[in-house]
């Protein structure tokens, strides 16, 4: 099988537009087939504020309301999604935004309301990726903005990094797949001050005990939890990487 | 050469929840390929203003600084189209948003500035419509926003009747392409307070006497001159009519 690298991007890396360039750059160094899913939270929590809209994160997630599913559909969807785009097409790398209603890519459901509602968001029911291979064997570049939809007419957002691993498993059935979080730090750090403390290689065993211990903690959880589940299903290869090293393949490597 | 149906749908049109709905049941019903190109100019404006942002208008075009490229790439891009791509969905037409940045789709020059600086507006170079020829020839339908890029990195903001009648003579070498500009009126009206008044066939004869009359003024002016335009270069049929007939082909034909 074809190899396909997807490369999940969120935080500051896509906030700033030198850090933006930078990856970017890299991106355009990683051979064969690829896909690039991006977040944009505090880019949506931004405009939000000016616009008067209050942000409410619950563990780390985004409370949708209908303005605030407005706000991240103009963020997402718009701003840092073409804004991409339009500079990887920049380096002759021949790019296409999306969200998971172009091609009905990505169905979701909303979350039904148990201890907390958190309105628009989706979680994933389906990934329908006849049309995406058919894009990517024409060597177009897919660049994803976290936002499914619901199959009703109702978009909803989506956590990028759920979205990045949802589209690696249902893609390992046609592609060699390797799965890359690229954030600020180089990798899992057992000591966040320390970038030289890098996990290289992660097991599950390893992970639950950094968890206990809150070595591992916070956004890093899902994350990681998403990753060992995409290994699970067949995804070949999982890492945890800064902008540097998405073209080396250095740093935390689920196994 | 199989027939291409290009609809541009503009003014309260696209604006309004009810009528956007009305619009999408009817271009569902247009048979055969088929294009969506939108507007949304009146929502940009609303949201520019909850932003704190000042709208400039000369002559009906919107004068874009970075502050409202930053709103147009929000509103055009996201918020617009992707809430027409997820109802298209939900009618079961397979629809991908798109701007003239995605797939190198359409390539513009920042409008040199001579008596007026319109800031981040493009006129159109070049169309480049090879992969999306390969979307159409697989049923999908794009939806296009009035979106640019410059090929340097920069998004541009294109009025929306420009985008659809340069698509239109561009995808005229490989369809046979029918132009529809659908606003409110149900054609070019001799008297804009009377709906019957609908002028059937339009001349560019008669355009001109109008025109020097005042009997066609404004916004039409340039809409129509577009539409002249694409018929000389290859369009088999321009028409301008509103959502209710679109399907039935009745209102203004440019003859």
Do not use: W
Not at 3 to 10: D, H, P, Q, S, W
Not at 41 to 46: F, I, K
Not at 62 to 75: G, K, S
């Amino acid at each position: 099988m074809d190899k396909l690298t997807i490369i999940k991007v969120g935080g500051k890396v896509v906030e700033e537009p030198e850090s933006l360039d930078a990856l970017l750059t890299q991106f355009n160094k990683v051979s064969g087939n690829k896909i690039l899913v991006h977040g944009g939270g505090r880019t949506a929590t931004e405009i939000a504020g000016r616009l008067g809209i209050e942000t409410k994160m619950v563990d780390g997630r985004r409370i949708t309301d209908a303005a605030m599913l407005e706000v991240v559909t103009m963020v997402y969807g718009g701003l840092v999604n073409k804004r991409i785009v339009a500079q990887l097409q920049a380096q002759n790398c021949n790019a296409i935004g999306l969200t998971g209603a172009d091609l009905d890519l990505i169905r979701a459901k909303k979350r039904p309301v148990k201890d907390i509602d958190y309105g628009f968001v989706g979680d994933v029911d389906e990934v329908n990726s006849s049309e995406l291979r058919l894009l990517i064997n024409e060597n177009i570049i897919p660049v994803i903005a976290p936002l499914t939809h619901d199959g009703n007419g109702n978009l909803l957002n989506t956590n990028a990094d759920t979205i990045a691993s949802e589209l690696a498993t249902e893609l390992a059935g046609h592609f060699s797949v390797y799965l890359f979080y690229c954030f600020e730090k180089r990798g899992v750090l057992t000591n966040p001050d320390d970038e030289s403390s890098v996990i290289y290689d992660l097991d599950i065993s390893l992970f639950n005990k950094y968890k206990n211990e809150g070595v591992i903690s916070e956004g890093m959880i899902p994350k990681l939890e998403n990753g060992f589940n995409a290994k699970l299903k067949g995804v070949k290869e999982v890492l945890i990487t800064n902008a540097e090293n998405i073209a080396t393949g250095r740093g935390t490597r689920l196994v």
